[in-house]
């Protein structure tokens, strides 16, 4: 839901023209929650379900998401990464 137009123009050509059109912010959301939960360790899923709640202006449980990732025990080097970004954001979040 986030690419640019040459993402977009890209992924069209690549995956063909319905792919995209299928998206919405409400499957995203389905689907970031769902990998949210089968697996919870993971800070990425925590982060990215953040980030699309965010975008759709629901601060408070964009911040939930966001303390999650941050609090999840790093297992892979990107972890690290991920959980960082979840603190820069808990932290622009709050004022």
Known sequence: MR???????LARKL???DVLGQASWEKAEYNL???AELAPEDAV???ELG???????????ARQAFQRAAL??????????HIQRAL?????SSG
Request: aromatic residues 2%; charged residues 35%; proline residues 5%.
């Open 33 to 35: 929650r769902s990998a």
């Open 3 to 9: 690419l640019n137009r040459m993402l977009r123009f």
């Open 72 to 81: 999840t025990v790093p297992r892979r080097a990107a972890d690290r990464r």
């Open 88 to 92: 820069t954001l808990l932290a622009e």
């Open 45 to 47: 899923n925590h982060l």
């Open 15 to 17: 995956l063909g023209g």
């Open 51 to 61: 980030m699309a709640l965010r975008d759709l202006d629901r601060p408070e449980e």
